[in-house]
């Protein structure tokens, strides 16, 4: 069974900060996507990377994919209350009949 | 706006009683999803649809039935519910051919009692 684990699962940080936060598994994945979910919304998909040593900017939010595909992390520079939320790893769905695994998701709080 | 829509919003039933959620996509995709997500468990996947006229069990599909009415809609019902299906539920959709990322619905609070 595919598993996927994130950490930390909580992470309260100021305003202006940086962190990292980490999406694991011991199953190779063909892609993975991360996703931002506000309170009471649907997730939101941030971005996909594909390749092994991918990595992806978006503004203030850096994405990698780890070399062997089984691991990524997301940093975030210099960090805003917009920033707030619950951050979620998928992984799978080579295929229209894969099924996306889902990791259990950090929850940031930026302070301001 | 293009999207994922997705009916109620909340939901309050008594055990043994039924609904259905429906959801409905205008992106034109061929595949769709309903997961249901839990505080600590994340979300699991209960039934997808992989293209019209075809449907799959997922992860949790006990206690739940769905219908892939066409291309847009899919709907997910519960026929006799309970207190373990309180959860929040929300209905996906993806396109696939060069696109990996699922489009969420804003999801269905449902409480059991």
């Known amino acids: 069974t595919q598993l996927l684990e994130q950490s930390p699962q909580f992470l309260s940080i100021q305003e202006g900060e940086n962190l990292t936060v980490y999406c694991n598994s011991s199953?190779?994945?063909?892609?993975l996507q991360w996703y931002r979910q506000e309170p009471g919304e649907g997730p939101v998909l941030l971005v996909t990377?594909?390749?092994?040593?991918e990595v992806k900017k978006l503004k203030r939010l850096t994405f990698q994919f780890g070399d062997a595909r089984k691991d990524s992390s997301l940093h975030i520079t210099a960090a805003q209350t917009g920033d707030t939320g619950l951050y979620l790893c998928?992984?799978?769905?080579?295929?229209?009949?894969?099924?996306?695994?889902f990791g259990p998701g950090t929850s940031l709080s930026v302070i301001p | 706006n293009a999207g994922v829509t997705q009916t109620p919003k909340f939901q309050v039933l008594k055990t043994g009683q039924s609904m259905t959620l429906q959801c409905a996509q205008d992106?034109?995709?061929?595949?769709m999803y309903w997961y249901r997500q839990d505080p600590g468990m994340g979300l699991r996947l209960i039934y997808y649809?992989?293209?019209?006229?075809?449907?799959d069990k997922g992860e949790v599909p006990n206690g739940y039935n769905v219908s892939r009415l066409n291309k847009r809609e899919f709907s997910l019902r519960l026929e006799s519910a309970a207190p373990s299906q309180t959860s929040v539920y929300f209905c996906?959709?993806?396109?696939?051919?060069?696109?990996?990322?699922?489009?969420f619905g804003s999801g269905t609070r449902l409480t059991v009692v």
């Open positions: 998928a992984g799978g769905g080579e295929t229209s009949y894969d099924k996306v695994i």
């Open positions: 996906a959709s993806i396109r696939f051919e060069g696109n990996y990322g699922y489009t």
């Open positions: 992106m034109n995709h061929n595949s």
């Open positions: 199953s190779v994945f063909s892609s």
């Open positions: 990377v594909v390749t092994g040593g």
């Open positions: 649809s992989a293209s019209e006229g075809t449907t």
